[in-house]
């Protein structure tokens, strides 16, 4: 037997308080539910606002580490070449004296960090100056590796406006002091789109600086980093 359209149950939807103190608490609730969404967005700008540079006024540091942003037909996209230019900059200023890439590299036809090396080599950046991380999955991997990995205690790091508020947070929370280089960039559909991915991302962010999770891929001590500087004397 066929039941018609109109005898088939209708969902309930969820009824709006009818008394005044009702509504006030469903407002209230509303209001809370959004500052604890916030709040996390709140700790970055909180905890990073001294530690933001521009190119021309970061202090002198060994190691920069530049967060990859995607590759477009195996080139660097944009967004990660203009990271790139300010890595390269600073190299060339001589307040930097190597830089850590990190990207990812999970299959064989896709290698950030060797791409993000020979553009840097393209701008008068030494090979030598260069140290490749193939596991730099997201930000807290990135950081943690940096740490764990490459034995790096102090850096500069290099990204997006957007972007560098949560590096600097994760990358303290991992053990590595850090300042950060924001780079400028047009508010086009991809910057306001990359800020608004930041907001979710900000919890994530929290999560990781709280629970610490272990890296998707961790390894053994590499000493690229160590080599490099020791070859730039």
């Known amino acids: 037997m066929r039941l018609?359209?109109?005898?088939?149950?209708?969902?309930?939807?969820?009824?709006?308080?009818?008394?005044?103190?009702?509504?006030?608490?469903?407002?209230?609730?509303?209001?809370?539910?959004?500052?604890?969404?916030?709040?996390?967005?709140?700790?970055?700008?909180?905890?990073?606002?001294?530690?933001?540079?521009?190119?021309?006024?970061?202090?002198?540091?060994?190691?920069?580490?530049?967060?990859?942003?995607?590759?477009?037909?195996?080139?660097?996209?944009?967004?990660?070449?203009?990271?790139?230019?300010?890595?390269?900059?600073l190299y060339r200023d001589g307040r930097?004296?190597?830089?850590?890439?990190?990207?990812?590299?999970?299959?064989?036809?896709?290698?950030?960090?060797?791409?993000?090396?020979?553009?840097?080599a393209r701008r008068g950046v030494p090979e030598r100056a260069v140290v490749n991380d193939y596991a730099g999955f997201d930000t807290w991997d990135s950081c943690v590796r940096a740490k764990k990995i490459f034995g790096v205690d102090r850096a500069v790091l290099i990204s997006q406006g957007f972007h560098i508020r949560r590096a600097v947070a994760l990358c303290e929370a991992a053990g590595v002091a850090s300042y950060g280089v924001g780079v400028a960039e047009p508010h086009d559909v991809t910057w306001y789109g990359g800020g608004a991915r930041e907001v979710f991302a900000a919890g994530k962010a929290a999560v990781d600086a709280v629970v610490r999770p272990a890296p998707r891929f961790l390894g053994g001590r590499e000493d690229g980093v160590r080599r490099a500087l020791s070859a730039g004397r």
């Open 4 to 89: 018609s359209a109109s005898a088939l149950p209708r969902p309930r939807l969820p009824r709006l308080p009818r008394t005044r103190a009702g509504q006030r608490r469903a407002v209230q609730a509303l209001m809370g539910l959004c500052v604890l969404a916030l709040l996390p967005a709140t700790w970055l700008f909180v905890s990073t606002g001294d530690r933001l540079r521009s190119v021309a006024d970061v202090p002198r540091t060994d190691v920069a580490v530049v967060f990859g942003a995607g590759l477009w037909d195996g080139k660097p996209s944009p967004y990660l070449a203009h990271r790139l230019d300010a890595a390269a900059e």
């Open 96 to 120: 930097i004296r190597v830089v850590l890439v990190t990207g990812d590299n999970s299959r064989t036809e896709y290698d950030e960090p060797s791409a993000m090396r020979a553009y840097l």
